[in-house]
C-alpha cells in the first residue's frame, strides 16, 4: 500500500484546512487509517484514526472537537479537517494504514507500532 498525503501549507490561525491522503496498490490490506504529526524538536502523536470497515473513530484527547477524520471508499481517500486552527498545529503530519490490525478500539488505535504503512508527510504551517 501506497500512501500520498497533501493539502499542508501555510495558513492563519483561525482558519480551516482539510489534508487529503490516497492510498494505492493493495488497498484491501488497509483495514485502519490514521494521521499522525511531528512538530519541530517534539516526538510524533497520534492525532486520528478511522476503522475502514465501520468507519468508526478515534481522536486524540488534544484535538478532540477540532479535527475531523472521514473517509471515502470509492476514492480510497481518508481526510483529516482541521477546524479552528492553532499555531500548535505547526507540524509534518503523515497518514498511516495498518494492515495486520483489522479493527482498533480507543488507545489501540493511536499505537504507531500498529501501522505498517505511512505517507511522506504533508507540513502544516500556522501563523499567528
Known amino acids: 500500500v501506497q500512501l500520498q498525503a497533501s493539502g499542508g501549507g501555510l495558513v492563519q490561525a483561525g482558519g480551516p484546512l482539510r489534508l487529503s491522503c490516497v492510498a494505492s496498490?493493495?488497498?484491501?490490506?488497509?483495514?485502519?487509517m490514521g494521521w499522525f504529526r511531528q512538530a519541530p524538536g517534539k516526538e510524533r502523536e497520534f492525532v486520528a484514526a478511522?476503522?475502514?470497515?465501520?468507519?468508526?473513530?478515534y481522536y486524540a484527547d488534544s484535538v478532540q472537537g477540532r479535527f475531523t477524520i472521514s473517509g471515502d471508499n470509492d476514492k480510497n481517500t481518508v481526510y483529516l479537517e482541521i477546524h479552528s486552527l492553532k499555531p500548535e498545529d505547526t507540524a509534518v503530519y503523515y497518514c498511516a494504514a495498518t494492515a495486520g490490525l483489522v479493527h482498533c478500539l480507543a488507545m489501540e488505535c493511536a499505537r504507531a507500532a500498529w501501522y505498517d504503512y505511512w505517507g511522506q508527510g504533508t507540513q502544516v504551517t500556522v501563523s499567528s
Open positions: 478511522i476503522n475502514w470497515g465501520s468507519m468508526s473513530t
Open positions: 496498490g493493495r488497498t484491501s490490506t488497509r483495514n485502519v
